[in-house]
T-cell receptor, first 116, second 116 residues
Framework: DQQVKQNSPSLSVQEGRISILNCDYT??????FLWYKKYPAEGPTFLIS?????DKNEDGRFTVFLNKSAKHLSLHIVPSQPGDSAVYFC???????????????FGKGTKLSVKP | DAGVIQSPRHEVTEMGQEVTLRCKPI?????LFWYRQTMMRGLELLIY????????DSGMPEDRFSAKMPNASFSTLKIQPSEPRDSAVYFC??????????????FGPGTRLTVT
């Protein structure tokens, strides 16, 4: 039973356009959400995060939106660049998960391809 | 600053052999996580430590897997005996204590394990 779902395994976007990556979750106890980017043969790297008390967080070309009522978050990349081509993972954190601190639940990832 | 260091980067072994994966977390981080990534299951948490103490090992698939953290700068994940279905990329990650920002984890480059 996946608590964090990324329903699109892949996404292709033209350079300069907007990339929108989506993530849905089922656990209402999640209090923090993160996006990671992963290049081949490397570990995931932290990209941007958002607390459940906010609905938007922006960092340069990257913006994360959170819709708590829909249990949905999205990552917007504007403008998209070929170097953004990677696998993007959505992750969620809840202190209530088995009482553990800092445990992250990851989605299965979306592979983004930005074409020149 | 050095990031999370994992060794070896690649490991090929025969079924039944013992495999030991190693991790050096970022200095000052008090949480250490072991993940496994496969095509079928994505990125799944195996076990994590806080101040060298195992907190949650519910993700460890079976008794063939064990993990230790003898000190703040070193951890091992051991598989004995190994099986072909253990073939995956194993990531180690570490993080600082939560200071209200949410727990960002810093990943190592991973160890690609192939069991034949």
């Amino acid at each position: 039973d996946q608590q964090v779902k990324q329903n699109s395994p892949s996404l292709s976007v033209q350079e300069g356009r907007i990339s929108i990556l989506n993530c849905d979750y089922t656990n209402s106890m999640f209090d923090y959400f993160l996006w990671y980017k992963k290049y081949p043969a490397e570990g995931p790297t932290f990209l941007i995060s958002i607390s459940s008390i906010k609905d938007k967080n922006e960092d340069g070309r990257f913006t994360v939106f959170l819709n708590k009522s829909a249990k949905h978050l999205s990552l917007h990349i504007v403008p998209s660049q070929p170097g953004d081509s990677a696998v993007y993972f959505c992750a969620a954190k809840s202190k209530a998960l088995g009482g553990s601190q800092g445990n992250l639940i990851f989605g299965k990832g979306t592979k983004l391809s930005v074409k020149p | 600053d050095a990031g999370v260091i994992q060794s070896p980067r690649h490991e090929v072994t025969e079924m039944g052999q013992e495999v030991t994966l190693r991790c050096k977390p970022i200095s000052g981080h008090d949480y250490l996580f072991w993940y496994r990534q496969t095509m079928m299951r994505g990125l799944e948490l195996l076990i994590y430590f806080n101040n060298n103490v195992p907190i949650d090992d519910s993700g460890m698939p079976e008794d063939r897997f064990s993990a230790k953290m003898p000190n703040a700068s070193f951890s091992t994940l051991k598989i004995q005996p190994s099986e072909p279905r253990d073939s995956a990329v194993y990531f180690c990650a570490s993080s600082f204590p939560d200071r209200g920002r949410g727990r960002e984890q810093y990943f190592g480059p991973g160890t690609r394990l192939t069991v034949t």
